[in-house]
């Protein structure tokens, strides 16, 4: 299993767009409506404390929760049947990028939202060193993972998947692990759910979450 960040980053061209604060989000954590998804544009905004979800009529609305759900690094709970799952698996990092997003947008699934322009933009992120997905294995067969966006030290966790069982929850192991080794501080899941709850994720105040943001993508 390699590590994350080995890659070389391919910085892009700045943003064209000016990004709202985080402090105009609506009760929803709704900020802003419109841009684009460049990836100029994607880092901006994670490293502003906003992510992108598809709206109706082909809409990129921009998203700053409060509280925000992350998952200390030091906090994962680890059950002893997870651990047990943990061997049951092949772990590999970066191997099927565009597979884990297209599996994390199922249309059959809850919340399956990743649409293909989704999918075409953080591909070319992970082709310029950003984006990564943690995937575990079975017989040779995808079963989970996730993928996210590694900047300095901080990483935005966007979606996962299983089709076997615990497979997502090993992807998370695999992935803190991968992340305190890099030398992460924050993780970011957005937000917080029961399942996320029972793995450790806990809720921060948006202005707490982004003095920590701004110390993870600064240092």
């Not at 200390?72 to 990092?93: K, N, T, Y």
């Not at 699934?109 to 933009?121: D, K, L, Q, T």
């Not at 070319?124 to 990564?132: C, K, P, V």
């Not at 970011?188 to 399942?195: A, K, L, N």
């Amino acid at each position: 299993m390699t590590g994350l960040g080995d890659r070389p980053l391919i910085v892009p061209p700045a943003s064209r767009w000016r990004l709202p604060s985080p402090a105009a989000a609506d009760e929803h954590g709704l900020v802003g409506v419109g841009a684009d998804l460049e990836p100029g544009t994607l880092l901006a905004a994670y490293c502003g404390g906003l992510f992108p979800m598809p709206m109706r009529k082909k809409l990129i609305g921009w998203w700053s929760p409060d509280p925000r759900g992350v998952l200390p690094l030091d906090g994962l709970v680890v059950s002893r049947s997870l651990r047990q799952s943990c061997r049951r698996f092949e772990v590999r990092v970066d191997t099927a990028f565009a597979d884990v997003m297209r599996r994390c947008g199922d249309p059959h699934r809850p919340h399956g939202w990743i649409n293909e322009p989704f999918i075409a933009a953080y591909t070319r992120l992970h082709e310029m060193g950003w984006a990564h997905s943690i995937e575990t294995w079975r017989d040779g067969e995808l079963v989970g993972g996730l993928y996210g966006l590694l900047i300095g030290r901080f990483f935005a966790g966007e979606s996962m998947f299983h089709t076997a069982t615990d497979a997502s929850k090993v992807a998370m192991v695999a992935t803190v692990q991968l992340l305190r080794e890099a030398g992460a501080t924050l993780f970011d899941v957005q937000w917080s759910t029961p399942h996320l709850a029972s793995l450790g994720v806990v809720e921060l105040p948006r202005s707490e979450y982004l003095r920590q943001l701004a110390v993870a993508t600064h240092a």
